[in-house]
């Protein structure tokens, strides 16, 4: 079995898309690769375990003239097959029964992508947000300038009141001015009729 053949049986399997099953496995061989590669181990549960191992440099015999020989250090790739999955492969009867057609693969038994209408309801739902969100934003931009015609309006009359105050207020002083100046006036007009007085008098 190949990592193809591996995918389509899986996905008969579990009941997923290929390219789901695909992307799955792709991502558990990367990410296992490379947390062994940083010298960390993985283990799988009743299925596998891999480590990094590595061995320091030491004395051995050469097998064929029995002289001591120094060994370099090395690492190495280590793949541990644990209990469960061993006594599986030795018992078949304890192996996991699969469902007829996953293997060999039956292609009848794969998903196939069927267009749904969910995707379109998501994006008639994110249309219906995004415009009553628009109408949201509009609203708050139109709130100052409705507050500011408000208080234009309000303070229209205020303004026409001083302007009337303003243009009174010369009419107010021309009047007290008339009034200060009328009582000058008659007194100017009875001094002449004092002066006949004082001529009769004589």
Known sequence: MNRRE???AVAAHTGQEVKQVDSVVA???????????QGERVSLPSFA?????ERAARMGRNPATGEQ???????????????????????????PKLAKGVWPTDPALLVK????????????SAKRTATATRKATTAR???PAKRKATTARKAAPAKRKAT???KAAPAKRKATTAR??????RTTTKRPAARKVAARRR
């Not at 375990?49 to 191992?53: D, E, L, Q």
């Not at 541990?80 to 304890?94: E, I, N, R």
């Not at 992508?113 to 008639?124: E, G, M, N, W």
């Not at 200060?180 to 006036?185: E, Q, V, Y």
Request: no cysteine.
């Open 6 to 8: 591996l995918v389509r």
């Open 27 to 37: 991502g558990l061989t990367e990410v296992i690769t490379a947390v062994v590669s």
């Open 49 to 53: 375990k891999f480590a990094k191992v």
């Open 69 to 95: 020989i120094r060994i370099k250090a090395s690492k190495r790739a280590r793949i541990t097959a644990l209990k469960g999955f061993k006594d599986a492969v030795m018992t078949p009867s304890q192996a």
């Open 113 to 124: 992508k069927v267009a749904t209408p969910a995707p379109a309801a998501r994006a008639t």
């Open 141 to 143: 931009k139109a709130a």
């Open 164 to 166: 009337t105050a303003r």
């Open 180 to 185: 200060k100046a009328a009582p000058a006036r």
